[in-house]
Nanobody
Framework: VQLQASGGGLVQAGGSLRLSCAASGRTRNIHTMGWFRQAPGKEREFVATINWSTYNKYYADSVKGRFTISRDGAKVAIVLQMNNLKPEDTAVYYC????????????????WGQGTQVTVSS
């Protein structure tokens, strides 16, 4: 499975960005996909995840009410709509597929995409 993330950029605080992550290759066994982010000098942290069949969504407390994760139609792809962005949201955002285990643990995920930079200016 290969994941391709896109949609990052530079935005002012309070603005919005939409990230996309498309999967290709052997995607049949994907059941959950998620987003993580990593700011300079910090560990990779969980952002959001969505289950492919139940559509159950989980969010980090820091993004609840501002970010929305969804499937991208019939594609094997997910979208992260980010509204009311804050400078502390600045990070490289990665998508990945859940292998098993805790949904908010990066060690539970495989097939990491290359990441897309999100920069929020104050």
């Amino acid at each position: 499975v290969q994941l391709q993330a896109s949609g990052g950029g530079l935005v002012q605080a309070g603005g919005s960005l939409r990230l996309s992550c498309a999967a290709s290759g052997r995607t049949r066994n994907i059941h959950t996909m998620g987003w993580f982010r990593q700011a300079p000098g910090k560990e990779r942290e969980f952002v959001a995840t969505i289950n492919w069949s139940t559509y159950n969504k989980y969010y980090a407390d820091s993004v609840k009410g501002r970010f929305t994760i969804s499937r991208d139609g019939a594609k094997v792809a997910i979208v992260l709509q980010m509204n009311n962005l804050k400078p502390e949201d600045t990070a490289v955002y990665y998508c990945a597929t859940l292998r098993g285990g805790s949904k908010n643990d990066s060690g539970s995920y495989d097939n990491w995409g290359q990441g897309t930079q999100v920069t929020v200016s104050s």
